[in-house]
């Protein structure tokens, strides 16, 4: 490990971990130099499991009520900076993360290559062949989304909870306004972007027992789409006309508005040759294609100069 042996820690927010907590503590390496455990108002007692531990390393957290696996990692982030940590490991409690592969997450933060590095089931075949198909589908589905949600058009998993995240990035970001609950990990690559931090896909295959995903498919449907929404203006709100103005900037200007000029006008036109039951005339038709045609491909140049703006220098916030 480089810069000056950088001090790691791991946190592992628990809820409902009881039984495999003790087991994931016992497995975190020895290079390691400190282990947050953040007790999440468990009902198990997972802090109280993982206390019982004689490793010197170990500092307990407990919260008085469950804020979510997203206000748990906050928490243990901010234990970690309090206890002087340059390299923070976020961890589950589960024992789905295998600890052996967290030196692969934190080799490229200490080699000053990334800000912040994160899990991919997706490189491992056999892994890939292991994993519920549902959940296969839907991480594949919500990587596209997520991808245009938060500009790291090179990373794929989005909701892979294994990263290991730099002191450096720590501090820029408003840890306060990240999503406390299932939407933590994309809210951060989101809130990632804003700040310019160089992300990297790691090779990481998941260890999948018998237990049920925590992840709902009917509430992730129902709580996503406004939340990718909403993170994805934000970005581009503070990456495109707050941080910078480029040609980015300004096909999003006026591409937005004349698609939606010819969407609108195209649905109008519509209505009134349905009403009349007579067809619109070749101008009128013209006036609503061309805006169209116009707009999508403005948008598609923002889309194509967003992907080359994937931040790629270590440090550099905008």
Not at 68 to 93: P, S
Request: charged share 20%; proline share 6%; aromatic share 10%.
């Amino acid at each position: 490990m480089t810069e000056a042996a950088a001090k790691t820690a791991v946190v592992v927010p628990c809820f409902k971990t009881g039984r495999t907590i003790e087991q994931v503590v016992a497995g975190i390496p020895d290079w390691v130099d400190r282990i947050v455990v953040v007790d999440d108002a468990c009902p198990e007692r997972s802090g109280d499991v993982a206390a019982r531990s004689a490793d010197p390393r170990l500092v307990v957290v407990r919260h008085a009520r469950n804020e979510g696996v997203g206000g748990a990692v906050v928490t243990g982030y901010r234990k970690a900076l309090e206890l002087g940590c340059d390299i923070v490991v976020k961890m589950d409690g589960d024992g789905q993360m295998d600890p052996s592969f967290a030196m692969n997450l934190v080799e490229p933060l200490a080699a000053d290559r990334a800000d912040y590095a994160k899990g991919n089931r997706f490189h491992d075949f056999r892994a890939l062949r292991a994993m519920p198909r549902a959940r296969l589908f839907g991480n594949s589905l919500l990587s596209f989304f997520i991808k245009f949600a938060s500009g790291y058009w090179n990373l794929m998993d989005p909701t892979n909870g294994y990263t290991a995240i730099h002191r450096r990035v720590l501090d820029e970001l408003n840890l306060d306004r990240l999503d406390r609950r299932y939407f933590f990990e994309s809210d951060m690559l989101i809130n990632l972007n804003i700040v310019g931090a160089v992300t990297v896909d790691v090779p990481i295959p998941a260890r999948y027992g018998g237990e049920a995903s925590s992840l709902s498919v009917p509430r992730t449907a129902a709580v996503f789409p406004g939340k990718i929404l909403r993170g994805l203006a934000r970005r581009l709100f503070f990456r495109y006309f707050i941080y910078d103005f480029n040609m980015a900037s300004v096909y999003m200007l006026i591409g937005a508005p004349l698609l939606l000029f010819g969407i609108g006008l195209g649905i109008v036109e519509w209505y009134m040759s349905l009403a009349t039951g007579s067809p619109r005339a070749l101008g009128t038709v013209m006036l609503v294609v061309l805006p169209i045609i116009l707009g999508f491909q403005m948008l598609l140049q923002a889309v194509s100069i967003d992907i080359a703006a994937v931040p790629r220098r270590p440090g550099t916030a905008p």
